[in-house]
């Protein structure tokens, strides 16, 4: 099999290693022009950029052309002059030439802070067809800048100016890139409409063309080869994992095993001082595709460079790529950004997808709100607003009288029933890789041992039980492959110590009695007398659940003041020492690993990583009696969730909330196994899956029909369909890399049975697989087909 390459020698550090041998081009990207676009100024002592006298700070932003990701985008020369980007009304922007794309890439933000960001791109092609990309439906988190949280982007800013006042919440431009459909060139990109609140801004785009001669076999380049702080034990040895995305820049219509590679192919760094431990595989790409392997090495450093081999199946070196910048795997953590600022999830993170949430508190006593509301905020409901008005208010009332405060719930509060090795089995069954103790909610009450912080906890107060301690202790010796996860509210709502700090729905201070009966101020059953919440209060009890409890996730909430910084270099340290890998997500006041949408999802395909939290009940995360069983998540739509959050490189965390008792009720059981029963056969297409570069789903099933979803393994590609396959058969309208030999088993309760017979459209790439009824039938919820490469 031949690789395009361009014909020169490699010079310098390739020529140093490889002598002789001919270098894979540059992944390519070309700025498009967008000057006969720009309507809006984002940045300078006259922007407006969010239409309310909202502006970045001008010295932040880069100017001219600038490289992100080894992308090349073309900024202003100046952000005080003129305007600087596009809000988007619909603009029409014609490329000069139609164009087959592979890869098209945004520098963008929402002008909003809280609603979605409207953002679809139309993109026409020659051929009259036209498809839709949206950077992020239904999630908040794309916004310039976002109260309390911190988010990854290409840009950060530390503060934006409102009305010439500094803001102090971290504003961003992000970056995304989609891939593109290749069947057509493209003529044109049209923006999305005008938005009446929370409006689209383009910064820049950017294009990877595809290549289109097709006699030398797959045009391969390099997309990225990125040092990462992930790392693996290998003999011994502690390797660093070096992320390389390796893409066939041929148009997809080209698809066949000459344009392919179709055999192991090992990939390798090479450079200075670096020893490649154990290469990455590729045994499968096709036109318009992508692959990531971790290719893990040990000796990188922090100003050296090196370039990526790539060997056939017969061992021979077939191509290597330009140079790529090196970074050392970060051992010791220090407390600053930009040491912390490296960490990223961990690989077992990665490959878990699927964890539980558990919501647990005195809350879970009364267990009671009205539609669209936690129940877990009971605390605070119930004063939003004190009278007739409030149906927490009225229920209160109602059920408890005036004269029971929240307090009086403490010794309620029992878990007389909870049984922490039933729990992790539970887990376990249901199919879930990690799960999320809520640790301590906005009231302040923790279920862990807080020392001399505070005694308003489950251990001196109700149940009298170290509830942390005994569920991880209990899962790190009965199931130690299920990671431990810990949330943690940052503020609390009525913490006299918070005070000084308050904001928002966190003001601190004693809590108003709801009733106006005495005492007019609650009290804050447990506090002891502290000097600063944050010194001695936050961060020991954080340092508590990372070194004492051995925490992998610490899932914070809601941010706002903190000693992040001191606590994350503690938490990663204390690990490394260990030899684990832990994760702490975007909620903690400072630059995340993960992004973590609340009961909402991404509309496309992340790059980096992300989590969906959605409670079982569709409107809460503690337990809500309000709501009938019927109600909650069943199988069907855990696993069509968890499917598609998977295809667009996310995690699932679902949660559940016990009763006061700590019993896990039967309905939420029931449902949690229902899923469990799913994933005991068809987890193979969720786990340890990577998603699939030009979509997560079919673009064109039948109407009303739900588009089946993909995944993929060096070894396989699943389709993952959300409608029962009628009269024995499975129709994907998009092209697939599947090839004459590859094998294609459907997966179900029996095990994969014998391999389909199948068929694919040459001209349109339309896959139809033929599946027997009584097969189809033996499933519930989703059906799962597994393409087993056949490798030359």
Known sequence: MAIQTVLFLLSGLCAQF?????????????????????????????????????AYDSQFLPTGSWEYDGLTFALPSSWEENDDNVLATGQVLRLQNPTYLHELHFLYAGDGTGTPVLSVFTLKFADGSSHQVDCNVLVYAKNWWVWANVNRAAIITPYHFDKALKNLNATNIFEWSTSVPSESPVESITFPARAESNRMHVFGLSITPSVTDTTAGPALAVRRARFTTRWEDISGVRAQAVEVTLANLLPSFTLAPNTSITSAHTIELVGPGIQTVSPGVVNRLVPADQARVDVFVTGSQATGSAVVQIRDSAGNVVATSAEFPTSPLVENWTPDADSLSLHETPSWWNAAKYGIFVHWGIYSTPAWAPPSRYAEWYDWDIRQPPNSSNPTWEHHLETYSEHVIYDDFIPDFTASKFNASAWVDLFD???????????????????????NTTNRNSVQLGPKRDLVAELLQTAKAEKPDLHRGTYYSMPEWFS??????????????????????????????????????????????????????????????????????????????????????????????????????????????????????????????????????????????????????????????????????????????????DAGAWLDFAGDCVFDTEYWFPSSQDFNPPAGVEPPRFTTTPNTFCVVAFAQPVDGKLTVNKRLPVLAGDNIVFLHPQGPGSPLTWTVDEKTGRLVIDVPESEVKTVKYAWAFQIQYKLD
């Open 429 to 451: 069954r249901a199919g879930a890789k990690y799960f999320v103790l809520v640790t301590k909610h906005h009231d302040g009450f923790a279920l862990f041992d807080t020392g």
């Open 18 to 54: 490889l002598p002789g041998l001919a270098t894979l081009p540059k992944y390519p990207s070309q700025a498009l022009p967008l000057s006969a676009l720009l309507n809006n100024k984002a940045a300078g002592s006259h922007a407006n950029f969010d239409g309310v006298g909202g």
């Open 496 to 673: 006299p110590d918070f005070a000084k700090y308050g904001f928002g729905s966190w003001p601190g201070g004693l809590a108003h009695n709801a009733f106006n009966v005495s005492p007019a101020l609650e009290p804050y059953t447990g506090r002891l007398n502290i000097s600063d919440y944050l010194d001695d209060l936050q961060l020991p009890q954080m340092i508590d659940l990372a070194v004492t409890y051995d925490t992998e996730i610490m899932w914070c909430d809601i941010g706002g003041p903190n000693r992040t910084l001191d606590f994350a270099a503690t938490f990663y340290n204390h690990a490394m020492a260990q030899g684990r890998q832990v994760t702490m997500n975007d909620r903690c006041g400072f630059l995340p690993d993960f992004d973590t949408p609340e009961y909402a999802t991404f509309g496309s395909i992340q790059t980096a990583k992300w989590e969906s939290s959605e409670g079982m009940d569709p409107f809460s995360y503690g337990l809500n009696t309000a709501t009938n069983a019927s109600q909650y998540k069943n199988g069907t739509t855990i696993i069509q969730t968890l499917v598609d959050i998977v295809s667009k490189n996310g995690n699932f965390l679902l949660d559940i909330g016990p009763t006061a008792e700590g019993e896990i009720i039967a309905p939420m059981m029931d449902n949690l196994l």
